[in-house]
């Protein structure tokens, strides 16, 4: 069993930046490839940046590419989303993962945290 817990979310205006933190407890949890996904209101959840245990491969949707950077401190178990030059549609709940292996593919991620908002006004 593996517990995330994602923090870092709110309310930041367009151009902005936030860093969320996604903090993992529980067996062998640094030994996953963690992924961040968000869900915007009435849309589908969609993948948003992956990175693999060593923290070595890293893969980004097109959207965010160049903006955010996925990064982590396997001696904290813990995974960061650093977001700068934030847009209106970047607005969502960010959900932390994880899966055995860098992908962009929501139903190869076991372990889900709950989420947290970010909003980014205009």
């Known amino acids: 069993q593996v517990q995330l817990v994602e923090s870092g979310g709110g309310l930041v205006q367009a151009g902005g930046s936030l860093r969320l933190a996604c903090a993992a407890s529980?067996?062998?949890?640094?030994?996953?490839?963690m992924g961040w996904f968000r869900q915007a209101p009435g849309k589908e959840r969609e993948f948003v940046a992956s990175?693999?245990?060593?923290?070595?491969?890293?893969s980004y949707a097109d959207s965010v590419k160049g903006r955010f950077t996925i990064s982590r401190d396997n001696t904290k178990n813990t995974v960061y989303l650093q977001m700068n030059s934030l847009k209106p549609e970047d607005t969502a709940v960010y959900y932390c993962?994880?899966?055995?292996?860098?992908?962009?593919?929501?139903?190869?991620?076991?372990?889900w945290g709950q989420g947290t908002q970010v909003t980014v006004s205009s």
């Open positions: 990175i693999d245990w060593r923290g070595r491969t890293t």
């Open positions: 529980g067996r062998t949890s640094s030994s996953y490839a």
């Open positions: 993962a994880t899966s055995s292996y860098v992908t962009r593919a929501e139903y190869e991620y076991g372990y």
